[in-house]
């Protein structure tokens, strides 16, 4: 897709992080923007502040985990802007504690986690790529997935990535077989500086876990430092908006991981253990100046 001035974009998780710089990424170049977020009051001050610039936006409170919430999205978008040209599937959480063993996580974790990161995204496509295929004008749908999609892993997080990067390349061949002249991305970033270590904010009442699952703290503050120190919102965002217009199916805007993923498929075609991520060695490499 080569021209956004005039054009809509719908973006889910629009009113923080990777999903807010793209909504202004999307107004920046022309287009009419539908935010759509679970957090109201941040969703509210995206907006405000988007159309205090002037641009044509809408704001959607949204559950990612709900189809009919999808939607109804879906619904208000068309009856604001009309056609829908591209769809940022990409509100996202994150739960605690993954160091667990698969079995050891509850229940809760795995719903909230595949129903947000998972299940949104499917529903995003259930929602959207109908009306997109018969208005027939040119598309494109990003899907946002993690490095975490692309590593081995194990919890709730890395499995629902994996799903993600698996449904959009199934996405990317379907349209592709019916000549469909709509685009698909997965965006895989490393660290990124945003506030989803935070997740935990928008978590339902009724899925809280169990126990309180007590954090890692060794973990948890080598995370947080990792996330903080990650690239900008605004560059992922720049990243995604020029592989929109090539047509890239990957999109995976942090290059010094690229040893790292390397290593995991060579090791599958090796028949070797699964790599694991050296953290020390990332912190170093980072203080060498590689974003990570
Ligand atoms: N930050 C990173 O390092 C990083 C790395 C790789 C992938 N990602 C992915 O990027 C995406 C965006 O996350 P971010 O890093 O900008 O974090 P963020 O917490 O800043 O933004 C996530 C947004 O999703 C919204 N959200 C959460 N649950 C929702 C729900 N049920 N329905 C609708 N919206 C919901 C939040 O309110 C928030 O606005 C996520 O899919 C995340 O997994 C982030």
Redesign the pocket.
Known sequence: MRDFEGRTAVV?????????ALADGFADVGMNVVL????EE??AAAVAELEGRGHPVLGVG????SRE?VGELARRATERFGHVHVLVN?????SMGEDRGVWEIADEDWDWVM???FY?VLYGLQAFVPGMLEHGEEGHIVN?????GLLPGGGP?SVS?HGVLALTEGLYRNLADRGAAIGASV??????????F??E??R?KELEAPEVQAPNELMRAVGEA??QG?IQ?AEVAEIVLRAIQEGDLYILPHPAWDPIVRGRFEGILGRKKPVSVDIEDLMRRRAAGEKF
């Open positions: 889910t998780g629009a009113a923080s992080g990777i999903g807010r759509a977020d679970v957090e941040a969703l949204v559950d990612a985990r919430s990409n509100a996202g959480v994150a129903g947000v990161n949104g946002t997935a993690s490095l975490a997080y990535k965006l895989c970033p490393g660290f990124v500086n945003t506030r989803i935070d997740a904010r928008n339902p990792l996330i990650g919102p």
